[in-house]
């Protein structure tokens, strides 16, 4: 008797702690890593194509002048580099590849602060437009990552139309 009362006894007591312990949620930490985007520029090797980087730099500029931050935060300017492209065909379309570096570098002083870096890529069925998908992933990253309010689109768009 004093078995089948004691198993569930001993079960909860050891729940009860479990269910204390709280993982700290993710917009906690991310929280000291946003800044007050000042301006943005675009560089990349000379293989890229120019247009790849007109492109990118248009959206990102846009995204940056669109955004207007109610606290103050550490003012900066962001430097992206497109390192590398790439273009893998397939038996249907083909798969655009770009690995990007972004920094984040002071305004006051002039230091950098952080750096990171991505790949991102487009599916496309033809070649047309290539540069201009690829600078769009590339430009709804850094908007997402920075937290710019970009002219961004609707997510069921993004997945029909990249």
């Not at 000379?46 to 980087?53: D, F, K, R, S, W």
């Not at 033809?126 to 609707?154: K, V, Y």
């Amino acid at each position: 008797m004093f078995r089948c009362v004691s198993r569930p006894v001993l079960v909860v007591l050891i729940i009860l702690p479990l269910m204390a312990f709280r993982m700290p949620a993710a917009s906690e930490s991310s929280e000291s890593l946003l800044y007050d985007v000042r301006g943005a520029f675009v560089t990349a090797r000379p293989t890229v194509p120019q247009e790849l980087v007109i492109a990118t730099d248009m959206l990102v500029d846009e995204a940056v002048r669109a955004t207007v931050r109610k606290t103050m935060l550490p003012r900066t300017i962001i430097s992206v580099r497109i390192d590398q492209i790439s273009r893998l065909p397939l038996m249907i379309g083909s798969r655009h590849e770009a690995k990007v570096t972004v920094k984040v570098i002071a305004v006051a002083s002039g230091d950098p602060i952080a750096e990171g870096s991505f790949k991102t890529s487009v599916f496309l069925l033809d070649n047309a437009g290539a540069d201009r998908a690829l600078a769009q992933r590339i430009a709804d990253r850094i908007t997402t990552e920075f937290r710019l309010d970009g002219p961004g689109r609707p997510a069921i768009v993004n997945a029909l139309f990249p």
